[in-house]
């Protein structure tokens, strides 16, 4: 299993300002994904994060949006920049854990954004 | 393209009855199927997952599901609900077991009534 921790949990944040989500997993993992939740909807994946190589993002996300870092196989951060009232959410980081088929994607308890 | 359909948005049931939230998918293969809780303020939380072999899966918390092909369903079972059990649930699909491939549904949300 995985345990995974977020920080911030829950933020309110002003328009125009940027806002760094951390995650911290107690194991050392392959691939690491950052998922957007809005209010009342599903998840919806942002981007995908390897240790040393670069975020691989899903149609309509973009780094300068959402830049993405994995130093290591424990951590990554996502940055949710110049923000605006659409990107009040929450950010949910999910490790997959194991190699082969059958393995389980766990996921942490979410970042909640207000913008205002 | 696959997806995963959840038809009830909201679905509310007495404490101690059965429960029984629906899902259906739409892919080529055999997929890989998921069901995940939310509860309020939470994260997601699997409850349990098919790959292959036995089609009745048990999970967590007493809950179960029946992968059926011929349905291209994975509904979602417990025998009798606990006033705890009030949460969204979320079915998913992936083509492997990879959190990149996975596909959401759109949840049903679980209400109690005492």
């Known amino acids: 299993s995985a345990v995974i921790s977020q920080k911030p949990s829950r933020d309110i944040c002003q328009r125009g300002t940027s806002l760094t989500i951390q995650c911290q997993v107690d194991?050392?993992?392959?691939?690491m994904f950052w998922y957007r939740q809005q209010p009342g909807q599903s998840l919806t994946l942002i981007a995908t994060?390897?240790?040393?190589?670069?975020?691989?993002?899903e149609s309509g996300f973009v780094i300068d949006k959402f830049p993405i870092s994995r130093p290591n196989l424990t951590f990554s951060t996502l940055t949710v920049s110049n923000m605006s009232p659409e990107d009040s959410s929450i950010y949910l980081c999910?490790?997959?854990?194991?190699?082969?088929?059958?393995?389980?994607?766990?996921f942490g308890e979410g970042s909640w954004l207000t913008v205002v | 393209a696959q997806s995963v359909t959840q038809p009830d948005i909201h679905i509310t049931v007495s404490e101690g009855a059965s429960l029984e939230l629906r899902c259906n998918y739409s892919?080529?293969?055999?997929?890989?199927l998921f069901w995940y809780v939310q509860s309020p303020g939470q994260g997601l939380q699997l409850l349990l997952k098919?790959?292959?072999?036995?089609?009745l899966v048990q999970g967590i918390k007493g809950f179960e599901a029946e992968f059926k092909r011929s349905q291209s369903s994975f509904n979602l079972r417990k025998p009798s609900v606990h006033w705890s059990d009030a949460a969204e649930y979320f079915c998913?699909?992936?083509?492997?077991?990879?959190?990149?491939?996975?596909?959401f549904g759109s949840g049903t949300r679980l209400s109690i009534r005492p």
């Open positions: 999910s490790v997959e854990v194991g190699q082969d088929v059958g393995n389980t994607i766990y």
């Open positions: 194991s050392q993992v392959t691939m």
């Open positions: 994060a390897n240790q040393g190589s670069e975020a691989t993002y």
């Open positions: 892919y080529g293969a055999t997929p890989y």
């Open positions: 098919y790959f292959s072999g036995d089609t």
């Open positions: 998913a699909v992936a083509m492997y077991s990879s959190a990149s491939k996975i596909i």
